[in-house]
């Protein structure tokens, strides 16, 4: 399968800092989606983006397919970005990172 | 409009029960996966569907799971004989197609004891 990686691993965050998380991927894909976990468990879609780039208010995404990554872009954090992100590739059925786990404080 | 739900939210077994784990796609959704997350860990796939069928089933870690769709709606995911590995969250998801944007569901938090 499609391996992906992700980095830092772990990010703290002073409030109203800006940070760009990476993910690495094996192989060419035609699906590639960020996600926010909530302390719930709940993943929350941020952006669908096997390629370019997409914005989202403070979130902003961009995928260089040819070159096997893709950044996601956190300006102006807040308290509420906690959590931990993952990134996630296809075709289908989508193979996840281990995810960075980002804490911002206040 | 409805999203992805799971019932039910938590399940505790005793180590050796059967248990069975139900998943509602949104409406329309021809495609529908199933995922394994262990405690802090990305999620990994189990299974696929297409409508009703099971086109995939890698992912799944022993013949004591399995799972069906037989009207191509909801999916019911069965593990057999529990077994305390099998903790973890199972979270479903479903897109309009294969290769288009997963939603996924909230998720069932499994605890063997």
């Known amino acids: 399968g499609i391996q992906v990686e992700q980095s830092p691993p772990d990010l703290i965050l002073q409030e109203g800092a800006n940070s760009t998380l990476r993910c690495n991927f094996s192989d060419s894909v035609n699906n590639l989606q960020w996600f926010h976990q909530n302390p719930w468990g709940q993943l929350i879609n941020l952006f669908y983006i096997p390629s370019g780039t997409k914005q989202n208010g403070r979130l902003s995404a961009t995928t260089v397919a040819t070159e096997r990554y893709s950044l996601l872009y956190i300006s102006s954090s807040q308290t509420t970005d906690s959590g931990v992100y993952f990134c996630?590739?296809?075709?289908?059925?989508?193979?996840f990172g281990a995810g960075t786990t980002v804490t911002v404080r206040a | 409009g409805a999203g992805v739900s799971q019932s039910p939210r938590y399940k505790v077994a005793k180590r050796g029960q059967d248990v069975a784990l139900r998943c509602d796609p949104i409406?329309?959704?021809?495609?529908l996966f199933w995922y394994q997350q262990a405690l802090g860990q990305g999620p990994e796939f189990l299974t696929y569907?297409?409508?009703?069928?099971?086109?995939?089933k890698s992912g799944l870690p022993s013949d004591r799971f399995f799972a069906e769709r037989p009207e191509g709606s909801v999916s019911t995911l069965k593990i057999q004989r529990t077994q305390q590995e099998d903790s973890a969250v199972y979270l479903c998801?479903?897109?309009?197609?294969?290769?288009?944007?997963?939603?996924f569901g909230p998720g069932t938090r499994l605890t063997v004891l």
């Open positions: 996630a590739v296809g075709p289908g059925k989508l193979s």
């Open positions: 409406s329309g959704h021809v495609s």
């Open positions: 569907f297409q409508n009703e069928a099971q086109l995939d």
């Open positions: 998801a479903s897109s309009p197609n294969y290769y288009n944007e997963q939603f």
